[in-house]
């Protein structure tokens, strides 16, 4: 599976901006990952389990820290 720069693959990446867009990790995922038919505690668990990745929480904090640089110029 390709990555990117910040080693995650297409669908986390989607998951990472839609987070940052939205603030509801439940939304990212749904939108990342195109399960409409899931159930809500699914869609929770699995929201949530992205989140403790690694990856993922590094590049939603460097996002939005460069977010807040941007805001102060």
Do not use: G, H, P, W
Request: with cysteine.
């Amino acid at each position: 599976m390709a990555k990117n720069k910040n080693n995650l693959t297409i669908q986390q990446q989607n998951f990472v901006d839609k987070f940052l867009e939205t603030n509801n990790a439940s939304e990212a995922y749904r939108f990342a990952y195109k399960c409409k038919n899931s159930s809500v505690d699914t869609v929770k668990v699995n929201a949530s389990n992205l989140l403790k990745n690694t990856n993922i929480a590094l590049t939603i904090e460097k996002e939005q820290k460069k977010k807040i640089r941007f805001r102060f110029k």
